[in-house]
């Protein structure tokens, strides 16, 4: 059953990360937090690996197909800074997990700062038509953000989120899609970067590999039938569809908070 559930929630995680530009993670973590089926810290480390199989593969045809979606000018920089972030984000989940004698409590730490980042973003995402969006050209801006995002991402576990988008449509006037695809890159070298750190100091939870593998595969595929599905919309449907997707994971957070720090 617990096979099942994991890679359910990653199919259906990926194809919707994928459309929305949110990486998977944003969703896998909080409803596999909210079925209790494994510890927090196990869950966080398989939603990372998954993240990072699943924006890797979106990330790597977008290169190979050499899509005008990336903005190269912009992108190096986002993935220097977004593993520099997911470093930083890493070393900090550490320092507040220690912080409680349950280390599942940092679950709940998790979860109020998700529900924070989410609400915030989804009033940016409703009222965005009526503020005036950005066009930074410094590369220390660039560097600052995707720092700053890569560490959000890192911290929670998920890689990426719709606060992603939002900041790079708003400090970049990058159109949806074109911020999403770039949200995939910053989502993958963060992620890359927290994991790596994890499997080198020894801090790999116990699970089965068979595990990490499905969800791996199942990431892949969502990623894959959500791509198809994003070229069949536009850009105002992609919208609503995140802004859905935020009401949703905004719902599952506030579950999740009374479950870990009631």
Excluded at 41 to 60: E, K, N, P, R
Excluded at 119 to 138: G, H, M, N, P, V
Aim: glycine share 10%; net charge positive.
């Amino acid at each position: 059953m617990v096979y099942l559930i994991c890679y359910a929630v990653t199919c259906f995680a990926c194809v919707l990360g994928t459309i929305c530009g949110m990486g998977g993670g944003i969703i896998i973590k909080p409803v596999l937090d909210a079925t209790g089926v494994m510890t927090v810290d196990t869950i966080t480390f398989l939603s990372g690996c998954t993240v990072i199989a699943m924006s890797g593969w979106s990330v790597s045809r977008a290169l190979y197909r050499q899509e005008d979606v990336l903005d190269m000018k912009r992108t190096p920089i986002f993935a220097l800074a977004a593993a520099v972030g997911g470093l930083l984000g890493k070393e900090m989940y550490i320092a507040v997990a220690e912080l409680f004698a349950d280390r599942n409590m940092a679950g709940g730490v998790q979860a109020c700062l998700l529900l924070a980042a989410t609400f915030l973003t989804l009033i940016y995402t409703i009222r965005k038509d009526k503020l005036k969006s950005r066009q930074a050209e410094s590369r220390a801006v660039s560097f600052v953000i995707g720092l700053l995002l890569g560490m959000l991402g890192a911290f929670l576990g998920i890689g990426g989120g719709p606060f992603n988008v939002a900041a790079l449509t708003y400090f970049f006037s990058m159109p949806t899609k074109k911020a999403t695809q770039n949200s995939l890159f910053v989502v993958l070298f963060s992620q890359l970067a927290s994991t790596l750190k994890t499997v080198i100091t020894g801090g790999i939870p116990d699970f089965d590999p068979i595990i990490l593998i499905g969800m791996g595969l199942f990431g892949i595929i969502g990623s894959e039938i959500g791509r198809r599905i994003s070229k069949r919309i536009d850009n105002k449907q992609a919208n609503f569809l995140l802004e859905a997707c935020m009401v949703l994971i905004i719902c599952i957070n506030v579950y999740n908070i009374f479950k870990y720090l009631r």
